[in-house]
């Protein structure tokens, strides 16, 4: 249908409807209320006053002011991530906009949908370098997935479904819309979810096409070292996607493997998981990955902090790979085999052919490679030399999870950026998806707390736990008074080494242990400081008491700050170095003696 | 004397993986099919300046009034994956509606139009002329001591043109860039 037919069509139906009239700045909220927004982060300023007047007047979007928009974004994030629905944000022109910048990346390149609405100066003064006037959708177009300015008060709200279905349709994303201050204020008719005409042509395909999966299925059925491995895409495709993953891996009886932002796809308790592969993956994971014949990646995006060094990336296989966004097919790898679709309608349609065709897999093959892949498990990649006194980091999350484990409540996890997010990756296990909340692609250090707010909110009676560093959890620190503001009972747990511990580690194995800049000379009393906003602060550093605090936090009922002082000089293994392959990581015991010329 | 704070570095070591070996780059003609609204060319050209990119040449201009439908004709090189990538990544913008690769999808059609300012008198001017003439350029403006030739054909032609006109006093140029159509019946969009 061309677009003009369909213009004419949808005001006819606005016509024929009764049109209800009412201001910019309500349509804006009455456009979110339809579209099933129920939080909405936010913090406001001159180019916004309209719509927080509108907001002051109604009950239905519950507004939660964060301290600095940037958090306001990684709060919505976080909502948006732990539900699996669209996450809203709040912000006003300027300096409002640019500070939302960082988390409308971070969604980018997490694919994590966001809405996030702007002020802007009024129209007739766009242009004129106003007050608090910046390009923002000039600004933000390489960091959304989409953007809009509405200058036009009569495309206000069909603009908003718009942003909602170009949010969550395809590989999800941020979109945000620039709205005048002029246009907040003039009246219009509103247009309702359903009366919208959707722009016609963007329609990403989801459904996968037969034909492949049916090759895809045989090669799975003949493949001798097969490996799944999953990312984010599983995760984003609802939960259902899990659901029948872990069908199908139980089915063909293959390991599997997944990304960072895939976590939670495949319960880490499962004897087929290997664990996260990668930079700081499992040495089995990467090792299975390295030598397997047949790699069936869902969801993810062969980033160079999986692959290692391409040209070495896992030579010998066959590659089927199933992306929702077409422009990830051979970006960084040949693939051999491409699916363009939902990760749920491809595992569906992976499992119907597999049972329908009453495919085996070759069962002596697999178990030959189970084989293989039981002694590179038997290296126990993750081992850390325990102190009888010093608390390592690994072992302050082994006994945070043993504390989580008791626990009743759902737990949700969400983390700064940096060797205590790669450690809470290989020692906390996550079962389900949407637990754990983490800046995968762009590594924004100082999103876990914002994004710990945004869970908590979705999910009041859950345990919500910020496993931090000292140095990134300060990124976002003010954010401590909105978690005291709605009561959240945040637990924010840093693994304090006093170092910006991955940038140290990089320095030591590459630049001549020249350690420049990444000692923290001045910290602050993160107990006191945790009472100054108003919570409870704990601290230890010694192996015997750090059980009794954990339990200590576990059980607060307001905002917790626990300050571990872990081990200064602990780096996160296995690595892989720079350069190198898959099965060229190096483990715990052998840094000692590495030799760092070669990397 | 080892204090590590005065060592010198000597071999750089990064994080990041040593760029792959290069294919040979390859030029192509993208025809791209977009909604004309508000923005829609600078996201075109943000992708291929955010991705680093090579645009040779790019005309744009609506060709479909009543749908408001642009039609971008880019002329890029890249090697062959990269240049899948940048179709695939055009597709994804939202208010792309078709990518069509006329170098490898079909037979097409290239012209550019080239006005040309030559300023000369006596026998350069008749030589002018000449290979005017020859070009199937026409004369569309005329002092005693200049002309203004307007030439259409493929790029080759307009710089065989150009090189021939610069001996004869050669002193401006203005060029649209490549616009290009498939031959056949079949549309892009159809």
Same mark, same amino acid.
């Given at each position: 249908?061309?677009?003009?037919?369909?213009?004419?069509?949808?005001?006819?139906?606005?016509?024929?409807?009764?049109?209800?009239?009412?201001?910019?700045?309500?349509?804006?909220?009455?456009?979110?209320?339809?579209?099933?927004?129920?939080?909405?982060?936010?913090?406001?300023?001159?180019?916004?006053?309209?719509?927080?007047?509108?907001?002051?007047?109604?009950?239905?979007?519950?507004?939660?002011?964060?301290?600095?928009?940037?958090?306001?974004?990684?709060?919505?994030?976080?909502?948006?991530?732990?539900?699996?629905?669209?996450?809203?944000?709040?912000?006003?022109?300027?300096?409002?906009?640019?500070?939302?910048?960082?988390?409308?990346?971070?969604?980018?390149?997490?694919?994590?949908?966001?809405?996030?609405?702007?002020?802007?100066?009024?129209?007739?003064?766009?242009?004129?370098?106003?007050?608090?006037?910046?390009?923002?959708?000039?600004?933000?177009?390489?960091?959304?997935?989409?953007?809009?300015?509405?200058?036009?008060?009569?495309?206000?709200?069909?603009?908003?479904?718009?942003?909602?279905?170009?949010?969550?349709?395809?590989?999800?994303?941020?979109?945000?819309?620039?709205?005048?201050?002029?246009?907040?204020?003039?009246?219009?008719?509103?247009?309702?979810?359903?009366?919208?005409?959707?722009?016609?042509?963007?329609?990403?395909?989801?459904?996968?096409?037969?034909?492949?999966?049916?090759?895809?299925?045989?090669?799975?059925?003949?493949?001798?070292?097969?490996?799944?491995?999953?990312?984010?895409?599983?995760?984003?495709?609802?939960?259902?996607?899990?659901?029948?993953?872990?069908?199908?891996?139980?089915?063909?009886?293959?390991?599997?493997?997944?990304?960072?932002?895939?976590?939670?796809?495949?319960?880490?308790?499962?004897?087929?998981?290997?664990?996260?592969?990668?930079?700081?993956?499992?040495?089995?994971?990467?090792?299975?990955?390295?030598?397997?014949?047949?790699?069936?990646?869902?969801?993810?995006?062969?980033?160079?902090?999986?692959?290692?060094?391409?040209?070495?990336?896992?030579?010998?296989?066959?590659?089927?790979?199933?992306?929702?966004?077409?422009?990830?097919?051979?970006?960084?790898?040949?693939?051999?085999?491409?699916?363009?679709?939902?990760?749920?309608?491809?595992?569906?349609?992976?499992?119907?052919?597999?049972?329908?065709?009453?495919?085996?897999?070759?069962?002596?093959?697999?178990?030959?490679?189970?084989?293989?892949?039981?002694?590179?498990?038997?290296?126990?990649?993750?081992?850390?030399?325990?102190?009888?006194?010093?608390?390592?980091?690994?072992?302050?999350?082994?006994?945070?999870?043993?504390?989580?484990?008791?626990?009743?409540?759902?737990?949700?996890?969400?983390?700064?950026?940096?060797?205590?997010?790669?450690?809470?990756?290989?020692?906390?296990?996550?079962?389900?998806?949407?637990?754990?909340?983490?800046?995968?692609?762009?590594?924004?250090?100082?999103?876990?707390?914002?994004?710990?707010?945004?869970?908590?909110?979705?999910?009041?009676?859950?345990?919500?736990?910020?496993?931090?560093?000292?140095?990134?959890?300060?990124?976002?620190?003010?954010?401590?008074?909105?978690?005291?503001?709605?009561?959240?009972?945040?637990?924010?747990?840093?693994?304090?080494?006093?170092?910006?511990?991955?940038?140290?580690?990089?320095?030591?194995?590459?630049?001549?242990?020249?350690?420049?800049?990444?000692?923290?000379?001045?910290?602050?009393?993160?107990?006191?400081?945790?009472?100054?906003?108003?919570?409870?602060?704990?601290?230890?550093?010694?192996?015997?008491?750090?059980?009794?605090?954990?339990?200590?936090?576990?059980?607060?009922?307001?905002?917790?700050?626990?300050?571990?002082?872990?081990?200064?000089?602990?780096?996160?293994?296995?690595?892989?170095?720079?350069?190198?392959?898959?099965?060229?990581?190096?483990?715990?015991?052998?840094?000692?003696?590495?030799?760092?010329?070669?990397? | 004397?080892?204090?590590?704070?005065?060592?010198?570095?000597?071999?750089?070591?990064?994080?990041?993986?040593?760029?792959?070996?290069?294919?040979?780059?390859?030029?192509?003609?993208?025809?791209?099919?977009?909604?004309?609204?508000?923005?829609?060319?600078?996201?075109?050209?943000?992708?291929?300046?955010?991705?680093?990119?090579?645009?040779?040449?790019?005309?744009?201009?609506?060709?479909?009034?009543?749908?408001?439908?642009?039609?971008?004709?880019?002329?890029?090189?890249?090697?062959?994956?990269?240049?899948?990538?940048?179709?695939?990544?055009?597709?994804?913008?939202?208010?792309?509606?078709?990518?069509?690769?006329?170098?490898?999808?079909?037979?097409?059609?290239?012209?550019? $139009?080239? =006005?040309?300012? %030559?300023?000369? !008198? &006596?026998?350069?001017? +008749?030589?002018?002329?000449?290979? *005017?003439?020859?070009?199937?350029?026409?004369?569309?403006?005329?002092?005693?001591?200049?002309?203004?030739?307007?030439?259409?054909?493929?790029?080759?032609?307009?710089?065989?043109?150009?090189?021939?006109?610069?001996? $004869?006093? =050669?002193?401006? %140029?203005?060029? !649209? &860039?490549?616009?290009? +159509?498939?031959?056949?019946?079949? *549309?892009?969009?159809?």
């Amino acid at each position: 249908m061309n677009i003009i037919k369909a213009a004419q069509k949808q005001s006819k139906a606005i016509k024929k409807s009764k049109a209800i009239e009412m201001n910019g700045a309500e349509m804006v909220l009455q456009s979110l209320v339809d579209q099933g927004v129920d939080t909405i982060f936010g913090y406001p300023g001159g180019a916004v006053l309209p719509i927080y007047d509108a907001l002051y007047q109604q009950d239905r979007i519950k507004h939660i002011l964060v301290r600095h928009e940037q958090a306001a974004l990684h709060a919505a994030e976080g909502y948006a991530r732990s539900t699996g629905k669209v996450g809203c944000a709040l912000v006003t022109s300027g300096p409002g906009a640019t500070n939302a910048v960082t988390g409308l990346t971070d969604a980018l390149l997490d694919s994590i949908p966001i809405i996030c609405i702007s002020g802007q100066v009024p129209t007739f003064l766009i242009g004129t370098d106003a007050f608090q006037e910046a390009d923002t959708v000039g600004i933000t177009r390489p960091c959304t997935k989409h953007n809009f300015l509405v200058k036009n008060v009569a495309e206000l709200s069909s603009t908003i479904h718009e942003a909602f279905h170009v949010a969550r349709t395809g590989r999800p994303g941020p979109v945000l819309i620039d709205i005048p201050k002029d246009i907040q204020f003039a009246n219009g008719d509103y247009v309702g979810k359903n009366e919208v005409i959707i722009h016609t042509h963007y329609k990403p395909n989801t459904k996968p096409d037969m034909a492949a999966i049916e090759k895809a299925v045989e090669l799975m059925a003949n493949a001798k070292c097969p490996v799944f491995y999953t990312g984010g895409g599983v995760i984003n495709a609802g939960s259902e996607a899990s659901k029948l993953l872990r069908e199908l891996v139980r089915e063909t009886g293959f390991p599997i493997t997944s990304t960072l932002m895939g976590l939670g796809a495949y319960p880490a308790n499962d004897d087929q998981w290997l664990g996260m592969l990668g930079m700081h993956g499992t040495f089995e994971a990467n090792w299975a990955m390295h030598d397997c014949d047949v790699m069936i990646n869902i969801g993810a995006r062969f980033d160079d902090r999986v692959t290692g060094n391409i040209a070495k990336f896992s030579p010998n296989s066959t590659k089927i790979h199933v992306d929702i966004d077409a422009s990830n097919i051979n970006k960084t790898v040949a693939i051999d085999l491409p699916i363009v679709a939902d990760a749920k309608e491809t595992i569906k349609a992976m499992l119907s052919v597999w049972r329908k065709k009453g495919y085996k897999a070759d069962q002596a093959a697999i178990k030959a490679w189970w084989e293989r892949i039981e002694k590179w498990r038997a290296i126990n990649c993750l081992a850390y030399k325990k102190h009888e006194t010093i608390i390592k980091p690994q072992y302050a999350l082994e006994r945070l999870q043993h504390f989580i484990d008791q626990d009743s409540r759902k737990t949700y996890i969400t983390t700064e950026v940096g060797q205590h997010q790669m450690w809470a990756a290989q020692f906390l296990k996550f079962e389900e998806p949407n637990r754990l909340m983490t800046s995968g692609g762009l590594g924004t250090m100082g999103y876990g707390l914002p994004a710990a707010i945004g869970t908590q909110l979705a999910h009041p009676d859950a345990l919500t736990i910020c496993v931090a560093g000292e140095a990134s959890i300060q990124m976002n620190i003010q954010e401590l008074s909105t978690a005291i503001q709605y009561n959240l009972p945040v637990k924010i747990f840093i693994l304090n080494n006093q170092w910006m511990g991955m940038v140290r580690q990089w320095q030591e194995l590459l630049h001549g242990e020249r350690y420049s800049e990444t000692y923290t000379e001045a910290l602050p009393d993160f107990i006191k400081l945790a009472e100054a906003y108003g919570g409870v602060g704990l601290r230890v550093d010694n192996v015997d008491k750090l059980d009794g605090v954990i339990e200590e936090m576990m059980q607060t009922k307001c905002l917790t700050i626990v300050d571990v002082c872990v081990d200064e000089k602990e780096n996160c293994f296995p690595m892989i170095p720079s350069g190198k392959a898959h099965n060229e990581m190096i483990l715990s015991p052998d840094a000692e003696k590495f030799d760092k010329s070669l990397v | 004397m080892n204090n590590p704070k005065t060592k010198r570095v000597k071999k750089y070591k990064s994080v990041y993986a040593q760029p792959p070996a290069q294919e040979a780059n390859e030029s192509h003609i993208l025809a791209i099919l977009v909604n004309n609204e508000p923005g829609v060319l600078a996201r075109v050209i943000g992708l291929y300046s955010g991705r680093g990119y090579n645009i040779e040449s790019l005309t744009v201009a609506e060709t479909n009034h009543s749908e408001h439908l642009s039609r971008i004709t880019i002329v890029c090189n890249g090697t062959p994956a990269v240049i899948e990538q940048i179709k695939s990544q055009l597709e994804r913008l939202v208010p792309v509606l078709e990518v069509s690769d006329l170098t490898v999808e079909c037979k097409y059609i290239e012209r550019e $139009l080239a =006005l040309i300012k %030559v300023a000369c !008198t &006596g026998d350069k001017r +008749i030589e002018a002329l000449r290979t *005017a003439d020859i070009f199937r350029a026409r004369a569309v403006d005329s002092t005693l001591e200049s002309f203004v030739f307007e030439v259409t054909g493929t790029a080759e032609k307009i710089n065989a043109f150009i090189d021939l006109m610069t001996a $004869l006093g =050669l002193v401006d %140029v203005s060029r !649209t &860039g490549i616009a290009a +159509i498939a031959r056949g019946s079949k *549309a892009i969009g159809a």
